[in-house]
């Protein structure tokens, strides 16, 4: 579960990021975070992931406190996170299953493990066959798609997306949100910031607005796009 009670961020130039934001999420939960640009939604997410730290207030993701925990921790905090970001952030000197493995690697995993996870999570993201092709030899959606295999691959108890259709077209984007529509099927948690409003609607959920660093709303809305037709895909 993620706890933040009277947030607010406040950087060395004096900008005020966020202010005084309190809101809950619970495990298993579908989370739009939307706003105009320079709202606050970034910086909210560098909070999640201790890449910033809140200049006041309380902060939980799971049993850290990030208001206390050591550097150190963070790396642990992190492994239950899987990061998807919208410039993808793939090694381009490795091939797919590389660029997959790799979070495995860095955490320990014996290779025989790491073989039979990044073979699953490729299939489940419609990549079996692509394996040994490089970055710059793939489309955008594949490349936004193995980027979603890597910050599935240690199986997160969330998954946290950082405009994960920014640099894709529509269509596929509409793919990635089905894809991210399964994985909150099984019980992950998803928080995904995103400006493309049509893409919300169609999904529904949980929404919330964050503008000039306040939540303005947090409502729950149907969806157009049910979820358990994303098992049919």
Known sequence: MIYLENISKVYSNGTQALKNISLNIDDG???FIVGPSGAGKSTFLKL??????????????????????????????????????????????MNVYDNVAFAMRVTGS?????KKRVKEVLRLVGLEGKEKRKPNEISGGEQQRVSLARALVNQPDMIIADEPTGNIDPELSFDIMKLLVEIN?????????????????????????????????????PARYHKTEANKT
Not at 61 to 76: A, E, Q
Not at 209 to 215: H, K
């Open 48 to 93: 999640l992931i201790r890449e910033e730290k809140a200049s006041s207030g309380k902060i939980k993701v799971g049993s850290y406190d990030l208001m206390k925990i050591r550097r150190g921790k963070i790396p642990y905090l992190r492994r239950k996170m899987g990061i998807v970001f919208q410039d993808f952030r793939l090694i381009a000197k």
């Open 29 to 31: 939960e579908f989370v």
């Open 110 to 114: 014996p290779e025989r493990i790491i």
């Open 185 to 221: 099927n099984t019980g992950t948690t998803v928080i995904i910031v995103t400006h493309e409003h049509d893409l919300v609607k169609e999904f529904g959920g949980r929404i919330i607005t964050i503008d000039d660093g306040e939540i303005k709303s947090d409502q729950k809305y």
